[in-house]
């Protein structure tokens, strides 16, 4: 237990076991056992890491290991998790995202570092380097076929509802144009090799294409990040003026639920099981030769129960494709059944978990079209 007079030891312990301090204020992680002493919330001991690294913001004590004073326990008291996020998050934008504990470092890092060293929502109305609605700047790109990764020249615009890139720094023309609404971004540290690495994905005549992508400053990945959030959330604002601002917030960019490699058989369920990179985004089911390749070899449309869809655990009795690993699954569609196999048992699990996930949602009207477009490319 904390060191200190009894009396502090006490009022600690109260302040500790307030309802407002239960989460980690800065990622949401349960029973926080850190706290910021010159800040007053209580954090989880990855973000106490984080504070550690900002000490002209914030000092940080372990409530159970170290000696807490009267006047730092009275501080606690004061502030907590509730007051202070009152101040420093009063007015985050409602397209920035807001990390949680199971985000990557440069998130959680930035954001709070946007807290409480920038203070970038304590004032209503601030400019903000996300938020101006056009952001231009070099961002390192992998290489499609070399696989090395160059300095390009990106240009994000809402007025022209897109993203461009130029694989020149004095080109007139973009190499590429990606609209707007057809862009998904998501944090890949360990795929990318980088602790910055960002993944953009977007639908070129509905197949999905990767991009690679880094900047050696954290913030700068962060601030390109959230600009696209900020341009497709004003870009859905305008198509879906009757939409609420939470509902559209559920439309930027997502995380996938999941990836991984599993083996795969072919249609006729006789062919050798070969081993792919999965990746599951939302409803799409993209399998790689390697995780950086830039095309999908192929894709799968996961729809709802109702309409036919389920996974099943194991394989069909009397498959006879050769397969190394023994952990099978099986995706039942209207139009075919697909076999997998995974390297583990927890693997297997984690997969039919993520799939009943999806099965389990009833399917909205864009997503009808698309599995028709499916169906006939099939």
């Known amino acids: ?71 730092q326990v009275q501080f606690l008291a004061h502030h907590g998790n509730a007051v202070t996020k009152a101040t420093y998050e009063a007015h985050i934008p409602i397209y920035y995202y807001q990390p949680t504990y199971n985000d990557c470092q440069v998130l959680r890092e930035q954001w709070i570092r946007a807290k409480y060293e920038r203070k ?35 240009l994000l615009s809402e007025r022209e ?44 005549d509905n197949k999905t294409r990767n991009i690679f992508v880094y900047h050696e400053n954290g913030k700068e990945v962060v601030d390109w990040f959230n600009a696209i959030r900020s341009v497709q959330f004003h870009y859905l604002k305008v198509a879906f003026p009757i939409a609420s601002d939470n509902e559209l917030k559920s439309r930027l960019t997502r995380n996938f639920l999941k990836e991984g490699y599993m083996e795969k058989t072919g249609p006729k369920q006789k062919e050798a099981f070969k081993k792919r990179w999965f990746t599951l985004d939302h409803r799409r089911l993209m399998y790689f030769k390697d995780p950086l390749d830039a095309f999908a070899k192929g894709e799968v449309f996961v ?18 494709g050769n397969f190394s690993w023994h952990y099978g699954l099986t995706i039942v569609t209207p139009d075919r059944e697909y076999l997998f196999t995974c390297e583990t048992e927890t693997d297997q699990l984690d997969w039919i978990t993520a799939f009943t996930s999806v099965v389990n949602q009833p399917m909205i009207p864009q997503e009808y079209a698309i599995e028709a477009y499916f169906k006939v490319k099939s």
């Open 1 to 71: 237990m904390p060191g200190g007079n009894e009396k502090s030891v006490k009022a600690l312990k109260e302040v500790w076991r307030r309802a407002e301090n239960s989460l980690c204020a800065d990622c949401g992680k349960p029973d926080p056992d850190w706290a910021s002493s010159t800040l007053g919330v209580f954090i989880c001991l990855s973000c106490s890491g984080i504070h550690r690294n900002i000490p002209s913001i914030s000092k940080v004590k372990s409530l159970k290991m170290d000696h807490w004073d009267d006047a």
């Open 303 to 320: 729809g709802s129960r109702e309409n036919g869809y389920s996974v099943q655990k194991g394989l069909p009795s009397g498959t006879q």
């Open 161 to 204: 509802g897109c993203l461009k890139y130029f694989t020149k720094q004095d080109a007139k023309e973009p190499k590429v144009i990606i609209k707007i609404d057809v862009i998904n971004a998501t944090f890949q540290p360990v795929k990318i090799g980088n602790p910055n690495g960002l993944q953009i994905t977007y639908l070129k």
């Open 120 to 154: 970038e929502f304590t004032k209503p109305g601030k400019q903000l380097p996300y938020s101006d609605g056009v952001k231009e700047g070099i961002l390192w790109k992998r290489g499609r076929d070399n696989g090395q990764f160059l300095p390009r020249k990106f």
